[in-house]
């Protein structure tokens, strides 16, 4: 959320609104199956011969040596869940943006 700042709030309210419309290539979720067979989804935030980075929904970035990945793959869709507006009103968007932009995050 702290890169949200670096954009205005007309484009903040559209990455909520309509999350998947433009999904930068540094923002794509990547599905990791491990050797194990279990399934991780990320941000991947660095890469190199020997391990990845993934940044999961947890907000603790995850270093997975590549001898322990059966699959990396860059996926279509934003980590932004979509509907996410459904339940909130105008005002609770509004509060949102603003608490975005005020806090320290």
Do not use: F
Request: glycine residues 4%; hydrophobic residues 45%; proline residues 8%.
């Amino acid at each position: 959320m702290a890169d949200a700042k670096l954009y205005s709030r007309e484009k903040v309210l559209t990455a909520i609104l309509e999350p998947y419309a433009d999904v930068r290539d540094d923002d794509l979720a990547y599905a990791v199956e491990t050797v194990e067979g279990e399934w991780l989804v990320g941000l991947l935030r660095d890469e190199n011969p020997v391990a990845i980075t993934l940044l999961p929904l947890t907000g603790e970035p995850l270093v997975l040596p590549r001898a322990h990945i059966h699959d990396l793959q860059a996926q279509p869709w934003s980590l932004m869940p979509a509907g996410l507006e459904n339940n909130l009103t105008p005002q609770n968007l509004a509060d949102l943006l603003a608490y975005v932009y005020s806090a320290g995050l």
